[in-house]
């Protein structure tokens, strides 16, 4: 089927460390599938974080970045330098064009430590 | 630019009970969709709409749960006979089609069945 799977958490940096939380996909039924990061601050509505809509591209956004690899089926999220205000919970996402159906991966809560 | 609102924000209900969600979308956005999200999993879909028209309801639990949009715009979503498996937060969601673009959330409502 079609899914998501990412990096368990809570993950836990120490601020100016640098992160990345893994996210590979199945799409067996999806000839061209987006890949999202959506994120939840404390207290907020899940938003977009940034989006890949072509095999090979990267995404980048507040710092963030991630490239879209068909060959590995991975989505990873990378940060150089984590802030404090980046503790949150990031769902990566398997998009389906046809219809904006979205595949959400269970979540990966990060915790910045000052 | 008013966001999605949902409401009621909480509910606490014992088995057996009915309970009914409501969403406002984004003034303008033609598409809609309802999430479940089960604590510590990411959002999974129940119903999607496009004006008034239910577009996909495949993964909506039928016998207990429906969805309707009747004038394209706001949205209810009805739990009948709630079950403890039905606790989570409901999320909803707007979008301006049904393209690939993003889609915004509202801040969702945290149902509990006792």
């Known amino acids: 089927g079609d899914s998501v799977t990412q990096t368990e958490g809570p993950v836990t940096v120490s601020e100016s460390e640098s992160l990345i939380i893994n996210c590979t996909y199945s799409?067996?039924?999806?000839?061209?599938?987006?890949l999202f990061w959506y994120v939840r601050y404390p207290g907020e509505g899940l938003q977009l974080l940034l989006k890949?809509?072509?095999?090979?591209q990267k995404g980048s956004s507040r710092g963030f970045e991630a490239t879209y690899n068909k060959e590995t089926t991975s989505f990873h999220l990378q940060k150089a330098s984590v802030q404090e205000s980046d503790s949150a919970v990031y769902y990566c996402?398997?998009?389906?064009?046809?219809?904006?159906?979205?595949?959400f991966g269970d979540g990966t809560q990060l915790v910045v430590k000052p | 630019e008013a966001g999605v609102t949902q409401s009621p924000r909480y509910a606490v209900l014992q088995e057996g009970q009915a309970v009914s969600f409501w969403c406002d979308p984004i003034?303008?956005?033609?598409?809609l969709y309802w999430y479940q999200q089960p604590r510590d999993q990411g959002p999974q879909l129940l119903v999607y709409?496009?004006?008034?028209?239910?577009?996909?309801n495949s993964q909506l639990p039928s016998d207990r749960f429906s969805a309707v949009r009747p004038k394209g715009t706001n949205s209810t979503l009805k739990i009948q006979s709630a079950k403890q498996g039905d606790t989570a937060t409901y999320l909803c969601?707007?979008?301006?089609?049904?393209?690939?673009?993003?889609?915004?959330f509202g801040p969702g409502t945290r149902l509990t069945v006792l």
């Open positions: 890949v809509i072509t095999a090979g």
């Open positions: 969601a707007s979008s301006p089609g049904t393209g690939v673009y993003e889609q915004y």
């Open positions: 709409f496009r004006d008034e028209a239910v577009i996909d």
């Open positions: 996402a398997l998009v389906k064009n046809s219809n904006n159906r979205i595949f």
């Open positions: 003034s303008g956005h033609d598409t």
């Open positions: 799409a067996t039924s999806i000839a061209y599938p987006n």
